[in-house]
């Protein structure tokens, strides 16, 4: 397989990143060096544990680089060395100027938003949770901002009724991977020309930044399409967390699917169970009928095995 003459240099962690690294090798890309985080231990055994992005390196055979700091000039150096005239980052760190500063074509991020919309670390769950029907990747350069600098090419893709962040991910991953080979062909061209971020007078700029424990709380006094929009934002990964109460009992439940369920007028947070099956759960407005769930310390179940396996009686959801 003859490599194509310019060298690359692909930075990137998350399998989501891995489509894109893929891509680039199986289009004969000269890859000088794949930049990812050390291994670390992960799980309850704490075993060392590999990126997705290191897994791949290391059984295709490239070299695989894995600083602790960016800012080390003994890695500043090293990258120096090869000589790679393009650095692509998908889903991996915020680079220090020393960094993206390297390659005479420039370093380059995949982005899984239509930039300058959805800036920040989560921006398939952002989106969801938001009610967007449509969103993309794009491509840019990097500058000493975060998702600021200048867009080099941007793929739409409409969000599904029945999409969870889980779908849109993957759906964006393998749409980002070909806009990555765009864009290295643009660039190696000089056909592409970067374009400062455009936001227009009035628009309001959605934000995706990283979600913490409180951000997945279900507040069932709000609306069910709100609360439908926050479930699927969050599946299949960090999961909305919902809390049953019977007086002074309490237990955790993460929520993973749901869907609308003709208003059931009652104080939101009530529980109906219909046909000794179906769970409905009343929202400020509306109610939402719960597929899919995990009770805390058990494993992920459908609705209608949770209810057989839990005497729901007199729970509500707080």
């Known amino acids: 397989m003859t490599k194509k003459p310019h060298r690359i240099v692909f ?27 050390p291994d670390r231990p992960a799980g309850r055994g704490r075993k060392i544990t590999s990126s997705p992005v290191s897994k791949y390196a ?14 080390d000039p003994a890695f500043i150096q090293s990258l120096k060395d090869l000589h790679a005239d393009i650095f692509v980052v998908v889903a991996f760190r915020m680079l220090p100027e020393e960094v993206w500063s390297i ?9 899984a938003s239509l930039l300058p919309q959805y800036r920040g670390a989560a921006p398939v769950n952002h989106a969801i949770i938001n009610g967007e029907t449509r969103t993309g990747v794009t491509t840019f350069l990097i500058d000493s901002e975060i998702d600021t600098g200048k867009i080099l090419l941007q793929s739409e893709t409409e969000i599904l009724p029945d999409d969870d962040a889980g779908t849109l991910h993957d759906r964006l991953m393998l749409q980002g991977a070909e806009l ?33 424990p409180a951000d997945t709380v279900i507040r069932w006094e709000e609306p069910a399409i709100k609360i439908h929009n926050l479930i699927r934002g969050l599946s299949p990964y ?22 609308s369920y003709t208003a059931v007028n009652e104080i939101p947070g009530t529980l109906l169970i219909k046909d000794k099956c179906r769970l409905i759960i009343s929202c400020g407005q509306g109610s939402l009928e719960i597929m899919t769930v ?25």
């Open 180 to 212: 990555v080979i765009k864009t290295i062909k643009g660039l190696v061209s000089g056909t592409l020309k970067p374009a400062k971020q455009k936001v227009t007078l009035g628009t309001v700029l959605n934000k995706a930044p990283k979600i913490f």
């Open 238 to 259: 960090p999961g909305a967390v919902a809390t049953l109460r019977s007086g002074e009992r309490y237990f955790r439940l993460k929520i993973f699917e749901s869907r």
């Open 58 to 71: 290391l059984e295709h055979g490239l070299q695989a680089m894995q600083p602790e700091r960016l800012r």
């Open 11 to 37: 930075m990137g962690t998350p399998e989501f990143a891995v489509a894109s690294l893929r891509a680039i090798y199986e289009n004969s890309y000269s890859i000088a060096a794949v930049v990812t985080t």
């Open 294 to 318: 995990q009770p805390e310390g058990r494993k992920r179940m459908t609705a209608a095995e949770f209810i057989r396996g839990t005497d729901l009686g007199g729970w509500e959801a707080a």
């Open 103 to 111: 390659p005479p074509l420039g370093t380059f991020n995949l982005h």
